[in-house]
């Protein structure tokens, strides 16, 4: 199964995230050398960190887009989920690593440097990313990217982070105590943590198979039902996503003296269905005899 046109523009979102990254990075570190301010600082790791996830977020959708093989039976559409984990355990390093900076912040305060200079460096920085991140999180919905998802809910921390940064650093600056920069840097690391924890957590779901969500079951039952007449039941109903494509697998009863090509030709109607209902799932239907009827699932009407 191909991921056609889907993931070929993911995958060019993904590279464009390598290049706006690489941007809001150099104006981060510009507005920290301008300052001196831990604050920025911590803003600035934070998009080392992006930089380098979504380069593992393009490699994952690049391995996600290759087909089925012998040794990869189900294909590789779970590349995604480990890009988002990885994304998950670089978040908390960048955490850890501004948790250092801070700690050394307070033993040692100092006035930050041609504030406000870096404050409208830092301002624009935050801009771009904004404008990134709402573009990621659309379109990482619409393609039901992990990869393309994780990376924007990160970047909408990033933002976050940002705005505080800037009102910290400000209120530094007027109020003349040199403590909070440092106490701001603390903020944006547990800031961070806790959004490279929802990027773990949802990933994990993916990975450990989650069935997809109560409202798109539903739809996927109610298809069934409509589309399997002809049939006595439908049972054993199990999904699953992995990344772009949705897996939906059950077992399907007729009647004793159907025929091999009647139930063929209704095993291809409820697949068409369900395939115009979830895009671009994948159907495994078995099918049983009547004597192995469950008398429980899916009542076909």
């Known amino acids: 199964m191909s991921p056609g046109p889907a993931l070929s523009s993911a995958m060019r979102i993904a590279a464009g995230s390598i290049l706006v990254g690489i941007l809001v990075l150099g104006l981060k570190a510009l507005a920290w050398r301008m300052t001196g301010s831990i604050a920025l600082l911590s803003d600035a790791l934070e998009s080392t960190v992006n930089v380098a996830t979504a380069l593992a977020a393009l490699i994952a959708l690049r391995v996600a887009a290759l087909p089925a093989d012998a040794k990869h039976p189900y294909g590789h559409h779970k590349a995604e989920f480990f890009s988002a984990v990885l994304e998950g355990v670089m978040i908390i390093v960048a955490a850890l690593l501004i948790l250092r900076e801070a700690y ?3 033993m040692a305060p100092r006035v930050l440097d041609a504030p406000l200079a870096g404050l409208l460096v830092n301002g624009a920085a935050s801009v771009v990313n ?10 990482g919905r619409r393609h039901r990217s992990p990869a393309l998802e994780a990376d924007g809910h990160h970047l909408l921390a990033d933002v976050v982070s940002s705005v505080g940064v800037t009102f910290g650093v400000l209120f530094a600056i007027v109020s ?13 690391a547990v800031n ?3 959004s490279g924890w929802r990027v773990m957590r949802g990933s994990m779901s993916g990975l450990l198979d989650e069935a997809i969500p109560a409202e798109t079951l539903a739809r996927v039952r109610a298809t069934i039902a409509h589309e399997a007449a002809g049939a006595v039941e439908a049972h054993d109903l199990r999904t699953r996503h ?14 004793g003296d159907i025929t091999v090509a009647a139930a063929h030709d209704t095993c291809d109607r409820i697949e068409a269905a369900l395939k115009a209902v979830v895009s671009e799932c994948v159907v495994t239907i078995h099918v049983e005899p009547e004597h192995k009827a469950k008398h429980r699932g899916i009542v076909v009407l």
């Open 242 to 255: 992995a990344g772009w494509a949705t897996f939906i697998e059950f077992h399907l009863v007729v009647p």
């Open 192 to 194: 961070i943590l806790w």
């Open 130 to 139: 904004a404008g990134w991140c709402w573009i990621l999180l659309a379109e």
């Open 176 to 188: 003349g105590w040199a403590l909070l920069d440092p106490a701001m840097a603390a903020l944006v």
């Open 104 to 106: 050394h912040g307070f």
